[in-house]
């Protein structure tokens, strides 16, 4: 029975080659589909689907994220093409015409959780089409909330019945407020019913509707307050023979303190020969604990044998379910307890045991089981880890809008993953893992304890390598956090650092990309905020940096920069660090400073934005800076080398002049050690190629070859290639053969070609 299935198998290998097909169909529906001028699509003609693939196109299409509204059940518009059978959609807004769609499919299967349809034409589209349907579940899914039934009687009450479904067996109907009078207009009709389920129901009072329900096997009334008449409820409950399965836990143990609970729990066993599963957490219903004699009961043997008195006469026949979480006197922790399988927090098979009976609607109690869990975790005491990684996941997607779950949850996956061998993490779990969190940071991106506990996850995997599946959402998450949590704080600092990541080691597309959503104007706002509050802390640096790795290769960025006045911003930081010469990370800040000016440099049509005399003049001081080794140096000479190569005519101020400028570069260059090691890496040498063409100015050939040369001698496995495939050894070898670059130029072009040879 689905019940009793507390141990679902968990997949945690490959993912099988049948859902990567789905996967792929859903993320690109026009291979089976076409779209018309308002959004809707139509299938391809010539393509029939069963409902095999039916089903499953419409679960991974919300697995996906994908909204399931009108626009994509129109692909299911002809029954005769389509089939559905199985139909479960959460979270999702249905209008009348997405149900009318579902419900012409006759399914066999339909459950809608928190979709809100209109409650009248959505009874009336699934009677109109019910002649299939077994199972029907309309949890949290209607406008008012919870859901009168009176509001329907007014529509449907002269025929007498509200649901016209012959063969339904299950049915679960969330947040009714229905009174006794009302229990068999809800349940007329229904002569086939097994499993019902109105949880979180209002004024059933004294379960007056047993003698509808005569062949029930499974009922759950969680949170349903029953204290008011417990006895008249178990003497109504006991009519029910075939019961197989009774909840009555609740959320809270507020309404579950009842008037001699181990006589009722008794009367209820008793009068249940069926039953094999029981949840009565957040009742008292397992007494204190103290095992005592129970008047009026034929095995009062088996009592001293049995932590709960209530359950004596199950000592010799345990149940295969017990649900005790959060029951008084913590029942879970007692020792001889009649049941297979105990959920309750007294240890981690119990508490995954209660993650399961709570997942697919028990929120609240979700909530603390997760905590539960969390805490497992925290104390490093985890054995099940596949198990429990599998369980919060599955937590978090079926409860995206649930800040509390998607809180525990994302702190609960920072353990896992941090203990757990990132090689055990096959490709399929890692983007499970990486788009949960991302759906619960951007859903709730203004919580910093779930920013902050996606970020630190998120760093635990290889950053951009890992993400870059869904590169965008995770740069729109980091960017609201940075831009909106505390100033100077923890959550702002990790985004920043993760920002200056997804910047390293990706292509101009994605570079174009930061940009494009912000990132430059973001960065900036924090080196102008610390530099007007006088904070000189990592975060300036990152900001910086993050804006150098941006711009690299990138000339759309580069002007990015210039358009929101970053050269105002370069300026105020130098003088800040003249005038604080204790500044502690001023060598950082330098070297990501001039980085960035060095990739601006590089665009020949922005160089003009350099050629500005308070500009020129912090680059030729930095010609003879030590800060980080030669990096400040020698980024300073590149950018005034590109400048230069521009000719004479574009050189436009008169101090410091030109000839003066490039004076200072050669002295620098002469300085700097051909062996030493760099804070740098090129993607690309055509910046420092194109300079080997600049025979008019030799000087900017001699800090291009010098760059080359020290580069291929250091770091020969990775840039020798790149020097020949980019027509590198063509150039320099024409250098060699003209007699215009001076001797300087040429022995460092040998050397070049010597390291590459």
């Known amino acids: 029975?689905?019940?009793?299935?507390?141990?679902?198998?968990?997949?945690?290998?490959?993912?099988?080659?049948?859902?990567?097909?789905?996967?792929?169909?859903?993320?690109?529906?026009?291979?089976?589909?076409?779209?018309?001028?308002?959004?809707?699509?139509?299938?391809?003609?010539?393509?029939?689907?069963?409902?095999?693939?039916?089903?499953?196109?419409?679960?991974?299409?919300?697995?996906?994220?994908?909204?399931?509204?009108?626009?994509?059940?129109?692909?299911?518009?002809?029954?005769?093409?389509?089939?559905?059978?199985?139909?479960?959609?959460?979270?999702?807004?249905?209008?009348?015409?997405?149900?009318?769609?579902?419900?012409?499919?006759?399914?066999?299967?339909?459950?809608?959780?928190?979709?809100?349809?209109?409650?009248?034409?959505?009874?009336?589209?699934?009677?109109?089409?019910?002649?299939?349907?077994?199972?029907?579940?309309?949890?949290?899914?209607?406008?008012?909330?919870?859901?009168?039934?009176?509001?329907?009687?007014?529509?449907?009450?002269?025929?007498?019945?509200?649901?016209?479904?012959?063969?339904?067996?299950?049915?679960?109907?969330?947040?009714?407020?229905?009174?006794?009078?009302?229990?068999?207009?809800?349940?007329?009709?229904?002569?086939?019913?097994?499993?019902?389920?109105?949880?979180?129901?209002?004024?059933?009072?004294?379960?007056?509707?047993?003698?509808?329900v005569p062949n029930l096997v499974s009922l759950t009334l969680y949170n349903v307050k029953l204290s008011s008449n417990l006895q008249s409820f178990v003497s109504r409950v006991c009519h029910l023979k075939k019961l197989?399965?009774?909840?009555?836990?609740?959320?809270?143990?507020?309404?579950?303190?009842?008037?001699?609970?181990?006589?009722?729990?008794?009367?209820?066993?008793?009068?249940?020969?069926?039953?094999?599963?029981?949840?009565?957490?957040?009742?008292?219903?397992?007494?204190?604990?103290?095992?005592?004699?129970?008047?009026?009961?034929?095995?009062?043997?088996?009592?001293?044998?049995?932590?709960?008195?209530?359950?004596?006469s199950r000592v010799n026949n345990p149940l295969q379910f017990l649900g005790l979480y959060g029951t008084s006197h913590g029942a879970c922790k007692r020792h001889d307890i009649p049941a297979k399988l105990i959920a309750g927090d007294a240890n981690e098979e119990q508490i995954l045991i209660a993650a399961r009976v709570c997942m697919d609607y028990k929120n609240e109690l979700l909530q603390k089981v997760m905590n539960d869990l969390y805490h497992i975790f925290r104390n490093d005491s985890c054995e099940r880890m596949d198990h429990a990684l599998c369980t919060v996941l599955e937590a978090m997607e079926k409860h995206p809008f649930d800040k509390h779950i998607q809180i525990s949850g994302s702190a609960t996956l920072f353990y896992i993953v941090k203990v757990k061998e990132k090689s055990d993490l096959i490709v399929g779990m890692k983007r499970r893992i990486i788009g949960t969190l991302l759906t619960g940071m951007s859903t709730h991106n203004d919580e910093e304890p779930m920013i902050r506990n996606g970020c630190l996850t998120l760093c635990q995997f290889r950053i951009p390598q890992d993400v870059m599946w869904n590169y965008e959402a995770l740069v729109k998450v980091l960017l609201h956090s940075v831009k909106n949590a505390e100033p100077e704080g923890f959550v702002q600092r990790i985004g920043i650092y993760l920002l200056n990541s997804l910047a390293c080691q990706v292509d101009g597309k994605e570079k174009r990309l930061l940009g494009k959503l912000g990132c430059v104007k973001a960065m900036l706002q924090l080196v102008e905020y610390r530099l007007d509050s006088l904070i000189f802390d990592d975060v300036l640096e990152v900001a910086w940096s993050t804006m150098w790795n941006m711009t690299d290769e990138t000339p759309v960025n580069c002007q990015r920069f210039l358009d929101e006045h970053g050269m105002d911003l370069f300026l105020q930081c130098v003088d800040t660090m003249l005038?604080?010469?204790?500044?502690?990370?001023?060598?950082?800040?330098?070297?990501?400073?001039?980085?960035?000016?060095?990739?601006?440099?590089?665009?020949?049509?922005?160089?003009?934005?350099?050629?500005?005399?308070?500009?020129?003049?912090?680059?030729?001081?930095?010609?003879?800076?030590?800060?980080?080794?030669?990096?400040?140096?020698?980024?300073?000479?590149?950018?005034?080398?590109?400048?230069?190569?521009?000719?004479?005519?574009?050189?436009?101020?008169?101090?410091?002049?030109?000839?003066?400028?490039?004076?200072?570069?050669?002295?620098?260059?002469?300085?700097?050690?051909?062996?030493?090691?760099?804070?740098?890496?090129?993607?690309?040498?055509?910046?420092?190629?194109?300079?080997?063409?600049?025979?008019?100015?030799?000087?900017?050939?001699?800090?291009?070859?010098?760059?080359?040369?020290n580069l291929t001698k250091v770091y020969p496995l990775k840039y020798c290639s790149l020097v020949e495939t980019e027509g590198g050894l063509e150039k320099l070898e024409k250098l060699l053969e003209d007699p215009r670059p001076y001797e300087c130029i040429k022995f460092l072009a040998r050397q070049v070609i010597y390291y590459c040879q």
């Open 1 to 212: 029975m689905a019940y009793l299935q507390f141990y679902p198998v968990q997949n945690i290998g490959p993912e099988p080659l049948t859902e990567l097909c789905f996967k792929f169909i859903c993320a690109n529906l026009d291979i089976i589909s076409t779209k018309n001028k308002y959004g809707n699509r139509t299938l391809r003609k010539g393509l029939v689907l069963p409902s095999e693939i039916c089903d499953k196109m419409l679960e991974f299409a919300q697995r996906d994220g994908k909204d399931i509204d009108e626009t994509f059940l129109s692909i299911f518009e002809d029954v005769k093409s389509t089939r559905l059978k199985t139909v479960k959609i959460i979270n999702s807004c249905l209008s009348d015409t997405a149900i009318r769609i579902i419900a012409r499919h006759k399914l066999i299967k339909l459950e809608l959780n928190r979709c809100s349809p209109n409650l009248v034409t959505s009874i009336e589209h699934i009677n109109e089409h019910s002649e299939n349907l077994q199972s029907l579940t309309l949890r949290g899914s209607f406008k008012s909330n919870p859901v009168p039934v009176k509001f329907a009687m007014c529509h449907y009450y002269p025929r007498g019945y509200l649901f016209k479904t012959p063969k339904l067996k299950r049915l679960a109907v969330g947040n009714v407020c229905i009174s006794t009078s009302e229990y068999a207009f809800l349940l007329a009709h229904l002569p086939q019913l097994t499993h019902l389920d109105l949880s979180n129901a209002t004024e059933i009072q004294n379960f007056y509707f047993h003698n509808f």
């Open 244 to 312: 197989r399965h009774l909840d009555i836990s609740l959320a809270t143990s507020k309404y579950g303190q009842y008037e001699n609970p181990n006589q009722m729990l008794a009367e209820l066993v008793n009068g249940l020969p069926e039953l094999v599963s029981l949840d009565i957490g957040g009742t008292n219903l397992a007494g204190t604990g103290v095992a005592e004699r129970l008047h009026n009961m034929a095995d009062t043997e088996y009592s001293l044998m049995c932590d709960i008195p209530g359950l004596a």
């Open 579 to 709: 005038v604080d010469k204790a500044y502690p990370r001023k060598e950082e800040l330098l070297r990501n400073m001039m980085g960035l000016l060095g990739n601006v440099a590089e665009v020949e049509e922005l160089r003009v934005n350099l050629m500005d005399q308070q500009y020129v003049s912090v680059f030729a001081d930095l010609l003879n800076s030590d800060s980080d080794g030669i990096e400040v140096s020698y980024n300073a000479a590149g950018i005034l080398a590109h400048m230069a190569s521009d000719g004479p005519s574009a050189w436009t101020i008169d101090d410091p002049s030109r000839n003066d400028v490039l004076k200072l570069m050669v002295e620098a260059i002469e300085r700097w050690d051909l062996s030493a090691e760099r804070n740098i890496n090129y993607r690309s040498f055509l910046p420092l190629l194109r300079l080997l063409d600049v025979y008019h100015t030799l000087e900017c050939q001699h800090w291009a070859v010098w760059a080359l040369a």
